[in-house]
Structures are given as structure tokens and as C-alpha cells.
Nanobody, 124 residues
Framework: QVQLVESGGGLVQAGDSLRLACAAS????????MGWFRQGPTKEREFVAS????????YYADSVKGRFTISRDSAKNTVDLQMNGLTPEDTGVYYC?????????????????WGQGTQVTVSS
């Protein structure tokens, strides 16, 4: 059973950067793709980024492309989300998640392991 714990959220100003981390335990982390999702105050949960088991394939939501970078360190069982150029629209709870397979995917329905989330608030 994969367990995911996010960290690194906080309150920042528009234009600032923030780096989120997700620590995985249980299961065979290196065999699974990983993803980041977020849910704003009045929005549904949405896909942010995904990375394949090898780190060789990444997908990003159009809204974060060019600003956010997903990466993983399988030796440390961690996946990070580097967020640059933050705007108030990026405010929300950020979740780390994993599908039970190796392939990066934007489909929320394929993710079955979820963390508890970390709050990111961007002030204008």
C-alpha cells in the first residue's frame, strides 16, 4: 500500500516560487508514475503535472506549463513540484497522487493513491 505525504506549502506573494515535496512509502515507488493535482477554493480538483516511473515522460496542465516542473528521485522515494511565477490563480490545496502503473497520465480516474494535501496560498 503506497502512502503519500506532501510538504512545502505556504503563503507567498505573486511572482514568488515554491517547491512542494511528496514522500512515498510502502509499495514499490519506483514502479509507479506520480502526479500532482490541486483544488482551489471554488474549483474542482484538477490535474497539474505527471511524471512516468522513469522520469522520462512528463505532462503538464496548460495553465502551469513553462512555470512548474515535476521531478522525482526514486532513490529517495520523493517527487517534487517546483513552482515559479506563482499567481493568485495557483492558490489551492495541492495533492500528490499515484496510479497503479508506470505511465504518466492526465486522467484523474487512474490515480488511486492520494496524499492529504498541502495548502498553497498566493497573495496578490
Amino acid at each position: 500500500q503506497v502512502q503519500l505525504v506532501e510538504s512545502g506549502g505556504g503563503l507567498v506573494q505573486a511572482g514568488d516560487s515554491l517547491r512542494l515535496a511528496c514522500a512515498a512509502s510502502g509499495g514499490t515507488f519506483s514502479n509507479y508514475a506520480m502526479g500532482w493535482f490541486r483544488q482551489g477554493p471554488t474549483k474542482e480538483r484538477e490535474f497539474v503535472a505527471s511524471i512516468s516511473w522513469s522520469g522520462g515522460v512528463t505532462y503538464y496542465a496548460d495553465s502551469v506549463k513553462g512555470r512548474f516542473t515535476i521531478s522525482r528521485d526514486s532513490a529517495k522515494n520523493t517527487v517534487d513540484l517546483q513552482m515559479n511565477g506563482l499567481t493568485p490563480e495557483d492558490t489551492g490545496v495541492y495533492y500528490c497522487a499515484s496510479p497503479p502503473h508506470r505511465w504518466a497520465t492526465t486522467a484523474t480516474s487512474q490515480y488511486i493513491y492520494w496524499g492529504q494535501g498541502t495548502q498553497v496560498t498566493v497573495s496578490s
